[in-house]
């Protein structure tokens, strides 16, 4: 139902908004950190954008910045994170660890924050330059603008229209919906997921 | 380079060392794991040696060789600004793969032991806290042995491609990888 | 009734008696049932320098014990070296440390060279090469570590002054390596390319720069009484302590141990360079403070002189079974061709052996222990991570202060997640 709504002149405004006043939590890993931390500076300016507000709680932000690597002790905290957030919330891969894994391919890396969350925009580099950060920021802007983010699509038409309809479903599952059981975690040969 | 070093132990410690030498201007001493304490412990309080330092204690997986594990310590004399490396080869066998630790001597070896211990599996009898440090607690194996796959993910969280259940991230998640193949 | 004015530190500090309905209220208090709670920090928080856990066991806000967890940035650095050559561990080496990565790089070139026994023949122009661009990223290193720091406490402004500083050099790294942060410059034998033409007098532009905005920071903050009470005396680290840990770097030398691989075995061209060790005393938080920023000075007065000194030449050891050949011959003669092809497929081929070859990175000594099979491929290739046995400290440091002393404890000692965790 949801992928097919009309987008109203309400939905249009409410959107510009959202996309000009994203509240970031920076899930800082790794390297790239030291690149995030050149788009917040004064050269690179990320609050043109209206993105220069990190806030460290996941209940209050809406863009998940996945900064750097996730290692595979790293994916439960990172799920976790994500689950804690309100809709509607957007992600943004930021490097190509995040990305894809770079090119760490080994026993330890998940290739990829896209196997734990939805990734909305993925900005690869190693790491990438704040242009390019900044170039994946206004792709996300349209993605928002356009009512395109992942999140969007399922939740449909505005906010209070959501919290209506799915205030039945427990944001987490603790136990059965995030970890896997211990049979399912050893794989028999080794491949990679 | 120092070869007085060598020379010292070899006055004093000579039936705790297999052989000695060097390579590369590393000075280098084999010991043997009963007598390892011992040696270590002479290292550290001989006035002439004054190896006050524990730099870094690792583990090379000779896979092919028996003895398999060559424990290594690298140890500095901030006094006398020479160094030392002491190896102690050990067997495969859980029962034979162990040395006793230098937690007493160093605290440095504290973590430096968990991680030998969580990476490569060689135990050390008398740690107080041995446990996993840098892998997580349900992993299985010691990722660092040469048999172990270097792409042997055990991953902890939900995948696309794992069992799905009822969990609306998870099918977000897939939704999102269809509409990445299909734009 | 006239009030005295009340010495605040020694109230604080607990050396005024209460006044008498206060000394009753802390009696009550003392009796009064408590519970020490589990509280969790971490791995993913604010604090800028590394991902970590911290699970503390505290009593109102003090910290009765702590469990300092890493490995959530462990990416298998030693499980990829094993199966990449010589050549294609420079990028892994880069993510080790990385707020200076050049530093890296030329630790891990120069544990190579030691196997190869090449250690003389590294042209001159080359070691001035790998000191320059090294001593920049140890400037970037503590530039970032101190701002870092100051964030956590709220000093907002420091930081970006500090990040606008950290462009400047980034700039100059960038010119000369084509990166800004994962630079890949060193080679075994030498550095990759030579340094752009302007480099000396740009990069005497930025010094002045950077000189300006470091200093700068230093006067918001030095005489800032909310930086003075929450850095001095807080996460005390005894001398004996520190060497029974084996902590090197500005966390030793804050505690008074003149230990710094520059000068206790010079390596590279540094014993042509006139430059001091900072030493502190008192092993607190203000302490590595001072001696990052004193160390950040001593790190441009070797630059200078280095600018001055540089001499011409080539810039790689001249031997085509360790450098790769020039592109020029490589699409244009046979051997060339050939040589590259060897390079890139079986990699350097090291005579079998092994070493530990130690510099003096960001965070203290970073040390290679490097094991070769005598094939292209290192058989073992690791990494002695200066701050991994400073983050061991972390947990005596922390266990009888505050919960907010955590925080900037844990960003003195400047642990990055790529060099703890590998």
Known sequence: ??????????????????????????????????????????????????????????????????????????????????????????????GVCASTGGFYQNYTVTPGADQVIPVDVYVPG??????????????????????????????????????????????????????????ERMPKDGRVR | MARHVLERLDATMRHAIVESGSHVGDEIVVARREHLLELLEHVRDDPALDFKMLTDLTVVDYLGQVPRFEVVYQLYSLGHKHRLRVKVRVDEEPAECWVPSATGLWKAANWAEREAWDLYGVRFEGHPDLRRILMYDEFVGFPLRKDYPQNGRQPLVRRPDAPSTDDQTTRLLERSHDRRISG | MTVEPVDLRRRQAGELPLSPSLQAFADEAERLPTEEVIVNMGPSHPAMHGTVRVVLRI???????????IGYLHRGFEKECENATYHQIFPYVDRLNYVSPMLNNVGFAMAVEKLLGIGERIPQRAEYIRVIVGELARVCDHVTCVVASLAELGGFTAFFYGIRAREHLWELLEDVSGARLTHSYCRVGGVAWDLTADFIPKCRR???????????????????????????????LSAEDAISYGITGPCLRACGVAYDVRKDKTYSVYDHFDFDVPIADGGDNLARYLVRIEEIEQSFRIVEQALVQIPP???????????????????????????????????????????????EAGNGELGFYIVSDGTGRPYKCRCRPPCFYTTAALRQMIVGANIADVVPIFGSINMIGGECDR
């Open chain 1, 1 to 94: 139902m949801a992928e097919n709504f009309v987008p109203t002149v309400l939905q249009d405004a409410i959107n510009w908004a959202q996309k000009y006043s994203l509240f970031t939590y920076p899930f800082a890993t790794a390297c790239c950190a030291m690149e995030f931390m050149a788009t917040m500076g004064g050269r690179y300016d990320i609050a043109r954008f209206g993105a220069e507000f990190p806030r460290f709680s996941p209940r209050q932000a809406d863009l998940l910045i996945v900064i750097g690597t996730i290692t595979e002790r790293q994916a439960p905290v990172l799920r976790r994170v994500y689950d804690q957030m309100i809709d509607p919330k957007w992600v943004m891969a930021f």
């Open chain 1, 126 to 183: 190693c790491p990438p330059r704040p242009e390019q950060v900044l170039d994946g920021l206004m792709a996300l802007q349209r993605r928002i603008q356009d009512h395109r983010g992942h999140v969007q699509r399922e939740i449909g038409a505005t906010a209070t229209v959501t919290l209506r309809d799915r205030r039945h479903l427990p944001i987490l599952q603790d136990g059965t919906s995030m970890t896997l059981e211990p049979h």
């Open chain 3, 59 to 69: 009593d109102g806000e003090t910290i009765r014990d702590a469990d300092v967890q």
């Open chain 3, 206 to 236: 930025k010094i002045a720069e950077v000189r300006k905005l470091v200093t700068d920071v230093r006067r918001l903050v030095e005489r800032n009484r909310i930086f003075l009470d929450r850095m001095e005396g807080v996460g005390v």
């Open chain 3, 313 to 359: 030449g080539p810039v790689i050891v001249d031997d085509p079974t360790i450098a790769l050949p020039a592109k020029r011959e490589v699409y244009n003669s046979i051997e060339g061709m050939i040589a590259h092809f060897k390079h890139i497929v079986d990699g350097l081929v090291v005579p079998p052996g092994e070493a530990y070859s130690f510099t």
